[in-house]
């Protein structure tokens, strides 16, 4: 290109030639490892939330059922006579 406005690679100094792919390299490396490093954080807490939540859940539900079979246990003697 003629005229001076584009990027001329020959105007440039060897330090900005070395310089620029350095920083483009390091910028997609950083770019990268977020995005990947966000993904698996995710991940990972997904996994766990279910876990932890379903251990919690079982347990809720079967002491809602024994409290349930308890509770009929006691109405059912309360209410029905009981043979001598």
Do not use: C, Y
């Amino acid at each position: 290109m003629t005229g001076g406005t584009m990027f001329n690679l020959e105007n440039t100094s060897i330090r900005w030639k070395t310089a620029i792919p350095i920083i483009l390299v390091i910028s997609v490396g950083v770019l990268l490892t977020v995005i990947i490093t966000g993904l698996k954080t995710k991940e990972i807490v997904l996994d766990e939330l279910k876990q932890s939540s379903m251990m919690r859940v079982s347990d809720t539900v079967l002491n809602s059922l024994v409290a349930i079979r308890m509770r009929w246990q006691h109405i059912i003697a309360a209410t029905w006579p009981m043979p001598n």
